[in-house]
């Protein structure tokens, strides 16, 4: 009984401690570049770094390479020790013929950043003969510091392995808070005032400069230097490197200290709960740590999680162990004690217990054990409840939830039409947001299939990352779609703002996307009526957009792929992440370039204006796919020549349409009612706006090519087909 009972708290510990896995970066941001893992508060990324801490991550023909300030390679990045090695070039002098010298020194300037040498881990490393090295150092304080490495060597038999200490090799500690470093070389001979009283009469410098043509010296990690007479007869020192030395750096988060950090909530870095500040030992600052019992990332939300010091083996129990949150329980079982000379060893007694004691202390342990069990889980069931709320409350403000409640109460259809879910009532739509339930998923988010309590099928689109950018674009199409009601335009039903990425509630569209029918395999596509009444819809939706709504408003994304088809092939025009509302009397506004290669608009492009007549051109590529089935090439350099657009153009302008046209619609339509349509798209797709027509004109020459309809006989629509 009590053998079950511990394992059944040691299982249940176990579950709830390793629930969170430990995060590294903020969502959405790279964690690696090569072998290095990048943890924040360092990052790659835009927005993924605290200043200062913000790093370039290089392709090359090794891999990925990771650089610090755009020179400094990084080799590791040490969270724990708030600590980074880093490559440092090292510095040479070598001689030619004749005693000629060529050298080359390096420079590390660490004083506009937040990191310092590692006087503790460092040493100036300099191996060579006939040699002076000159040191110079500055401290966070600007104080300098100069010291001189002297290298000597009167024949090659005076090197002694391992041994550093003047002869062909030179170790030297640097002061602490060092920020700045560079060497300088300067040679000593027979002839050299400076360097004359070091040697006696018979030193021959030509000799040295012999067998040992070049010195190298470098600020280096001392553990991983182990000085070799190689070094100092042959180019081994700088080639096993490849010209490069690890160095340790100390780093601290700002100049405060912990006290005055913790007055600032909202630059304090150690935002886990679990975390701890620790003052710098050298300098102002201070860096973060996680709690003892906990490991992770301090500088994240959450991102210290206990350690499971029964797993993993850093206990002293030869008991039964059970991990609790911060440390562990080490109990011994019924018939033992623990062992007062050995913490976590037990020991059973020599003398015997009556059967009776035995049985009453097990039931009582057993009792007391089953009672801590519950005590537990009530209390990390509460505890999670809490935390869950927490999280919540946080996301709902995060996610703009109070500006989205005064929209959707600002008026009474408004209020009718949308509402915030709960995350509950979501999770039962999606059965837990089930993979089965996937539609589709994109470079913005993935969509779920839905069912409401009131038995309502919806569309549930679940952003990827929780970027700022990614919630405004949230924002912006719950904004736009409240201000909506169109038959040819998808439903907003509402929102969730209970997580850390806001899901957006839709009607739901059953028969996929235009581009899905429009460019399948094989001979068929949808037939000519379908495609002009599409084609019209679409206008109107755009139209409505444009001039009917209570704003004028741009879609900025119409594309193929942002046309919904129901079961009867009726269009639906959606996706308003990239849309912008404008007043009315508003012709167009400037803005950052957003939208699809391809069926961007050109003047857009290359002015960053955003009018109503981008619109006009992306709907004119939509006509121009209607027209031929063809597909745009989504590239950059499509804008204008070399793509189906360019081709379109050219051949209406030299009225050759039917060159171009899809064949299956040239045996359907009438040959006039196909030329006004081209000509038409062919105006949409003007480089100058101010040539383009007006979406209400288009909208209007569409509704009256499709009042002819009725003159010709034509197949009938696959629409009117199913019906």
């Known amino acids: 009984m009590f053998w079950l009972l511990m394992f059944l708290l040691h299982v249940v510990l176990a579950r709830f401690s390793a629930a969170e896995s430990l995060a590294v970066g903020k969502p959405g941001c790279r964690t690696k570049c090569g072998n290095v893992e990048v943890p924040f508060p360092f990052g790659i990324d835009p927005g993924c770094s605290l200043e200062g801490f913000n790093l370039t991550c290089r392709q090359n023909a090794e891999g ?21 090695r880093m490559n440092n070039p090292i510095s040479f002098q070598c001689y030619q013929l004749e005693n000629s010298a060529y050298n080359l020194t390096s420079e590390l300037n660490l004083t506009s950043t937040r990191f310092r040498i590692s006087h503790v881990h460092n040493r100036l490393v300099a191996v060579g003969c006939n040699v002076l090295i000159y040191n110079t150092m500055v401290d966070y304080k600007n104080e300098e510091y100069r010291t001189v490495c002297v290298l000597v060597c009167y024949s090659e038999e005076s090197l002694v392995n391992v041994s550093c200490f003047g002869i062909g090799c030179c170790e030297s500690a640097i002061p602490p808070g060092v920020n700045y470093h560079t060497v300088s070389f300067g040679s000593i001979s027979d002839n050299d005032e400076r360097g004359g009283c070091f040697f006696a009469s018979n030193f021959d410098s030509w000799t040295v400069t012999n067998f040992s043509p070049c010195s190298y010296a470098v600020l280096m990690e001392a553990e991983n230097f182990s000085f070799t007479t190689s070094y100092v007869t042959t180019n081994d020192f700088w080639q096993s490197r490849n010209g490069k030395a690890p160095i340790l750096m100390d780093w601290s988060i700002s100049d405060e200290t912990c006290k005055a950090a913790q007055r600032n909530k909202k630059n304090y870095a150690c935002v886990s709960r679990n975390s701890v500040c620790r003052e710098q030992t050298i300098g102002p600052g201070y860096s973060c740590n996680c709690s003892e019992g906990y490991k992770g990332n301090p500088y994240l939300v959450d991102g210290c999680q206990d350690i499971d010091e029964c797993a993993d083996g850093s206990n002293i129990c030869s008991g039964i162990c059970v991990n609790i949150p911060g440390s562990y329980i080490c109990s011994c079982p019924p018939g033992s004690h623990n062992d007062p000379n050995h913490p976590g060893a037990c020991y059973r007694p020599d003398h015997k217990m009556s059967i009776g004691i035995t049985i009453a202390i097990g039931v009582s342990a057993g009792a007391t054990l089953l009672s801590l069990v519950l005590f537990i889980l009530v209390l990390i069931r509460r505890l999670q409840i809490r935390r869950n709320e927490k999280l919540k409350q946080k996301f709902f403000k995060q996610n703009h939830g109070l500006l989205l409640q005064r929209l959707i109460s600002s008026t009474e259809e408004t209020g009718n039409r949308m509402k915030i879910f709960s995350l509950e009532e979501l999770e039962k739509a999606t059965n837990k947001f089930d993979e089965a339930r996937i539609l589709g998923s994109g470079g913005h988010g993935t969509v779920y299939k839905g069912i409401l309590s009131d038995l309502r099928v919806v569309a549930i689109k679940r952003a990827k990352t929780m970027e700022q950018s990614e919630i405004d674009q949230f924002i912006n199409e719950v904004v736009i779609l409240s201000q909506i009601n169109h038959r040819n335009v998808v439903k907003l039903y509402g929102c969730c703002l209970e997580t850390e990425v806001p899901l957006l509630v839709n ?33 109107r939706a755009i139209s409505y957009l444009h001039s009917a709504a209570s704003m004028s408003i741009f879609h900025r994304d119409i594309k193929c792929s942002n046309i919904l088809l129901d079961d009867y092939l009726t269009a639906k025009l959606s996706d308003f992440g990239a849309s912008k509302s404008v007043e009315i009397d508003q012709t167009g506004i400037t803005t950052v370039i957003q939208g699809t290669y391809g069926y961007l608009d050109p003047e857009y492009y ?98 009256v090519i499709w009042g002819t309809m009725k003159d010709f006989v034509h197949q009938p629509s696959r629409r009117s087909q199913e019906l």
Request: aromatic letters at 8%; hydrophobic letters at 40%.
């Open 64 to 84: 990925n390479t990771l650089f610090f300030n755009g020179k400094f390679e990084v080799l590791e990045i040490l969270l724990r020790s708030s600590q980074v």
């Open 507 to 539: 009607e739901f569209i059953s028969n996929g996307t235009l581009s899905d029918h429009l460019h399948v395999q094989g001979k068929n596509s949808l037939p000519w009526t379908d495609r002009l009444r599409i084609a019209l819809e679409t206008a």
């Open 606 to 703: 290359y002015t960053g204006r955003l009018t109503e007549k981008s619109d006009v051109y992306s709907f004119g590529v939509i006509l121009t796919e209607l027209l031929t089935r063809e597909k745009v090439y989504l590239t950059r350099t499509s804008l204008e020549t070399g793509s189906l657009i360019a081709r379109f153009v050219k051949v209406i302008v030299e009225n050759r349409p039917f060159e171009i046209l899809d064949s299956q619609i040239v045996e359907e339509a009438p040959k006039e009612q196909l030329e006004e349509v081209a000509i038409l798209t062919e105006r949409c797709l003007r480089l100058r706006g101010e040539e383009r027509p007006g979406m209400k004109e288009v909208e209007v020459r569409l509704e």
